[in-house]
Structures are given as structure tokens and as C-alpha cells.
């Protein structure tokens, strides 16, 4: 059993839902798990847990300055310990390859910026929650979808107008049991110490 810190950072929530599953998926394998918000007072200590993990959400092509800076100050633990970068994006929904490499682009560079070596970095398909966007931004994205239509559906981004949550929640509880992989026999979770002793 570890202890894991979950450091987030969410826009529009569709991280916290994503990191709400993770915990609630690495709980149940008997981890002691903290999840924190980076928008909060108290972000969490990396150095007195086994494992951490952060997740963060991409606007305009950026994860955020306050998760940089968290990384950068941490980096050091961050790289002493199993650790994880859960990249929560549109481009991780595409449905192709070019569209799709928008997403790994993305998280390199955060990564090379902040001179972490995560031992996993997971892509995550997020949301689009186009009805709560304001008007501006509601005729922004039908323009983009209309001037675009052709450019955007070759590339296989998903609509830009269509309200939906492309998570594969699944995919994120596999998720869950790599990275219980990570943390070697003396701390991994129940389900892998079941599955030691039945081999
Ligand atoms: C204003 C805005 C800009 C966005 N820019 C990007 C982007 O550059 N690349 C991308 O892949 N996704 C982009 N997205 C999609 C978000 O990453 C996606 O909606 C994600 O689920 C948001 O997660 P959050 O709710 O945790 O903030 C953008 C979304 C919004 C609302």
C-alpha cells in the first residue's frame, strides 16, 4: 500500500471528474490516496508521499502556470519517486494520428519545460461543455467550426458545437493499475498483492 498525492489543476471540472475516478480506482486497490486542487491554499507535500501523480488540463495549447510552477519547485522529489502526468486535452479525443499528436506535443513540451521525467505520462480525451461557454465564446467556436469544417474533420478533431464528454473511463481505470505497477511489490495495491499469491 502507497501513499499517493493527486495534484490537479481544472478550468471547466472535467479534470477533477477525471482525478475523482483515479482516486477512487487506486483506493480501492487499498492505497491511501490525497487529491488536491492547485487552485487551493494547500497543493499537498510531494515529499511525504510514496507516489504522486499530477493532472492538468490544456487551453490554448498550455497546461497552466500554476502547475508549471508547482513541478518546477518539486521537480527534484518529483523525479526521486514513481510519479505520473495525466494530460487532459481535446486533441487526446481526436480521431486520428495528426490530430492526435497535438496532444503528446503538448505534454513534451510542459515536461521539457519544467525538466520533469514522469515514469508515465497518460494522454486523457476530456469535454467539451459547450452550453455553459459564454455567447462570445459559443459564436467564436461556431465560427471556427464553420470556417474550418473541412480542415477540422480531415485532422479528425471532434465537433466543436456538440456538448459531450469523450473520456474513456475505462481506459483511465487501466490507467489506475499501471500505475500500481509502478510502485513495486512492498507497496503495490491489494488486487496486484492478490494476483502475486495466486501466481
Ligand atoms: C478556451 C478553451 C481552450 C482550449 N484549448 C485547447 C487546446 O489548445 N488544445 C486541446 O487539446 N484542448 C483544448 N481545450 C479543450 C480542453 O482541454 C478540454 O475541454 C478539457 O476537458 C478541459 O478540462 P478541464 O475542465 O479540467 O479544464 C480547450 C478548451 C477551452 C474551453
Known sequence: MASILIVFSTREGQTARVVAHLSGALDAMGHRVLATSLAGRFAGRPESHDAVIVAASV?????????????????????????????????????????????????????????????????????????????????????????????????????????REYTDWNELSAFASRFDQLLGPGRRGRAASDADTDA
Do not use: C, M
Open 59 to 163: 487551453h490554448a495549447g498550455e497546461h497552466g502556470r500554476r502547475v508549471a510552477a508547482f513541478v518546477k519547485r518539486h521537480r527534484r522529489v518529483l523525479n526521486s519517486r514513481p510519479s505520473a502526468f495525466v494530460s487532459v486535452s481535446l486533441s487526446a479525443a481526436a480521431l486520428n494520428e495528426v490530430a492526435g499528436k497535438a496532444a503528446k506535443t503538448q505534454a513534451q513540451r510542459f515536461l521539457d519545460s519544467t525538466g520533469w521525467r514522469p515514469d508515465r505520462v497518460e494522454l486523457v480525451a476530456g469535454a467539451l461543455r459547450y452550453s455553459r461557454f459564454s455567447r462570445p465564446w459559443r459564436w467564436i467556436l461556431r465560427f471556427a467550426q464553420r470556417r474550418f469544417r473541412s480542415e477540422l474533420e480531415e485532422s479528425g478533431w471532434p465537433d466543436l458545437t456538440i456538448e
